[in-house]
């Protein structure tokens, strides 16, 4: 079976620190990857998304960057944080074959809360 | 921009009654999705609905869709303490951009 896993669950940066967040999906090959961000009580923002290794969609300009060194890995990060950065971040994860039926559901990581002060 | 939009913000209820929450899109979709929150963890995914489809159930959910109003209604029938959470509809417009609307917030108290 699939399994997401995500890290580290909690930590707390200070603002100008670098930010490296990781997502590993196992149990599947040539995923589509997600990494959205969820601010307090609001919906989710999503940031990037992968179709294959190196190739990274970056859907809003901003302080963050995303790569895909490996097939199942997607990291997420930053040079310098900024207050702005706190929040909620999701990595997600769905099939990439279109014949494939899970290619239309997405299956989220157990999420990583990021407190920049 | 959010593709989807959940009302109401926020429906607290007790335990036996139904939930019922709507969400509203802007653009064509091939399908409509709703997914459950609990506080603090990530999304899950419950229930898919196609743009040919109007009705669907699973267990307790029942989801409607109507394309000529570009909205999808997700109802809960006898609500459990532990269908608490956020729940959301997504849509793909584009090719693998799952785009999540801000969220219903059900409580159900005992």
């Known amino acids: 079976s699939q399994t997401i896993h995500q890290w580290p669950a909690t930590l707390v940066q200070p603002v100008g620190s670098p930010l490296s967040l990781e997502c590993t999906v196992e149990?599947?090959?040539?995923?589509?990857l997600y990494w959205y961000r969820q601010a307090a009580g609001r919906g989710l923002q999503l940031l990037f998304y992968?179709?294959?290794?190196?190739?990274i969609s970056s859907e809003v300009p901003q302080n963050l960057s995303a790569s895909r060194p490996q097939d199942r890995q997607f990291i997420l990060s930053s040079k310098k944080l900024l207050l702005s950065d706190s929040g909620f971040y999701l990595c997600?994860?769905?099939?990439?074959?279109?014949?494939?039926?899970?290619?239309?559901?997405?299956?989220f990581g157990a999420g990583s809360r990021l407190t920049v002060l | 921009s959010q593709q989807g939009e959940e009302d109401p913000q926020a429906l607290s209820i007790q335990e036996g009654e139904n939930a019922t929450m709507n969400c509203s899109y802007k653009t064509s979709i091939n399908n409509l999705q709703w997914y459950r929150q609990n506080s603090g963890r990530g999304l899950v995914h419950l229930i898919l609905i196609r743009s040919n489809e109007r009705e669907k159930h699973s267990g307790r959910l029942r989801v409607t869709l109507d394309t000529s109003k570009k909205s999808s209604s997700l109802l809960i029938t006898a609500s459990r303490a532990a269908d608490t959470a956020s729940y959301f509809c997504a849509t793909a417009p584009g090719w693998g951009k799952f785009q999540f609307g801000a969220g219903t917030q059900v409580v159900v108290t005992p």
């Open positions: 997600a994860w769905r099939a990439g074959s279109v014949a494939n039926s899970g290619a239309n559901v997405l299956t």
């Open positions: 149990g599947t090959s040539n995923p589509n």
């Open positions: 992968s179709v294959g290794i190196g190739q």
